[in-house]
Structure formats: C-alpha cells, structure tokens
C-alpha cells in the first residue's frame, strides 16, 4: 500500500447505527487530519489527530492510536452528516511547503 | 473570521490558457495552496506560494499578492483532462505541521 488509504470507501448506515472509518499513512507523516467535504460547501476540518474541536457535534469522534493511523467513531448520526469524509495527512518538517497529502475518502450516505 | 473567495465556476478551450483567482482574509497566514480535484478522487497537490511572486511549474503556475491577499492558478495548454475543481487553500497558524483553510473550489471545465 502506498500514500493515504481510507476504508470503508463507501458507507450506508442507519441513524441509531456505530460504524468507524479507518485510515492509515504509509507516508512516514507526522500529523492526520479529518475534513468533511458537502456540497457545496468548502472542505472543512473536522480534527487534528485526536484533538478535541468544539465546532464538530460529539456524535464524531476521532481517534489517533498511533502516527500511521487514524479512526473517525459514528454514533447516532443525521441525515445532514451524509457527506465524503477525507483522511489527510503531512510531513511536519520545518520549512517548506508540508503540503497535505489526501486519501480518496469514504462516502457516507445516513438514511 | 477566515474567508476564501474563489469563483464557483470557468469554462475554457482546449489549448487556452485560464486564469483562476482566490482572495483570501484570514487571521494569520502561513502559505497559500492550490489543489486539484477531479470528482470522485481525493485533492491532489499542485503549488505552495508563501512568499510574493510567481511560481511556474510546467503547464501551471501560482501568483501570490500578501498585501492583496490574493493568488491565482494559471494552467496554460489547456487538455480536457484538466477538467476538475480546483481548491485555494491557506494555512493561517504559524506552526507547519496545521490544517488548511479551504475555499469552495471552483468547478473548471475544458471544452472542445
């Protein structure tokens, strides 16, 4: 496996459903990230690493066991969380661009 | 607040050159990045400008204005596989290792 891998790629739940999304850097990488890409809408964050953001509904929930590796935990979702959910990580080396690298995502459709 | 204006949509020919403008007000700022998109796949990096100028990379280039706050992404010799959206983005904290602030993209399409 090489770059950012993301499982499952497509996901259909129910809204009283758990289900988790995985993704793993085979990048050497230092930091992950979760974004939420709607319609319409610009990628927005959703976690660095397993840092809590109080902008995000408690539903979501990140966890970082370890540098390569990277879950979102779904609890009781709504309809309006169907959205492709986009794993991305970077280098962090001082200077320079560390640009982020992004994996295909998983497409999350909540019924 | 942090705000990225990009437009939603450009058409272009094959074979022209197009220019895609972002403008930017964040409260900090640490370099300004340019993503392809193509739909269905995940955002692929194409330029990082931190400092004004210009910097070219074969068919595409990125200008940077701090002082405007604006950027743009040139490609020239357009193909139809440049057909995709294309993502401004900038980092606003100081620190390296930070999540982007993205902009809504705007959607290009190369026609014949």
């Known amino acids: 496996e090489t770059g950012v891998t993301q499982t499952p790629r497509h996901l259909v739940m129910g809204m009283t459903n758990k289900k988790s999304l995985k993704c793993e850097q085979h990048?050497?990488?230092?930091?992950m990230y979760w974004y939420k890409q709607s319609a319409k809408k610009p990628l927005e964050l959703m976690f660095e690493?397993?840092?809590e953001n109080n902008s995000v509904p408690s539903r979501f929930s990140p966890e970082c066991p370890n540098s390569s590796h990277l879950f979102l935990h779904l609890h009781t979702l709504q309809p309006e969380d169907s959205a492709l959910y986009l794993c991305?990580?970077?280098?962090?080396?001082?200077?320079?661009?560390?640009?982020?690298?992004f994996g295909p995502g998983t497409r999350l459709t909540v019924l | 607040g942090q705000n990225i204006d990009q437009p939603t949509e450009m058409t272009a020919t094959e074979g022209a050159i197009v220019q895609i403008n972002c403008t930017y007000q964040?409260?900090?700022?640490?370099?300004l990045f340019w993503y392809q998109q193509h739909a269905g796949e995940a955002p692929t990096f194409l330029s990082y400008?931190?400092?004004?100028g210009l910097e070219e990379k074969g068919r595409f280039s990125s200008f940077l204005s701090r002082s405007k706050g604006y950027s743009y992404l040139l490609l020239k010799e357009l193909q139809m596989k440049d057909s995709a959206s294309y993502l401004c983005?900038?980092?606003?904290?100081?620190?390296?290792?930070?999540?982007?602030?993205f902009g809504k993209g705007t959607r290009l399409s190369v026609i014949a």
């Open positions: 991305a990580s970077s280098r962090g080396a001082a200077g320079g661009p560390n640009e982020q690298f």
């Open positions: 990048l050497g990488h230092n930091a």
């Open positions: 690493e397993q840092t």
């Open positions: 964040t409260s900090g700022f640490n370099g």
């Open positions: 400008n931190v400092l004004d």
């Open positions: 983005a900038v980092r606003d904290r100081p620190s390296g290792n930070t999540p982007l602030v």
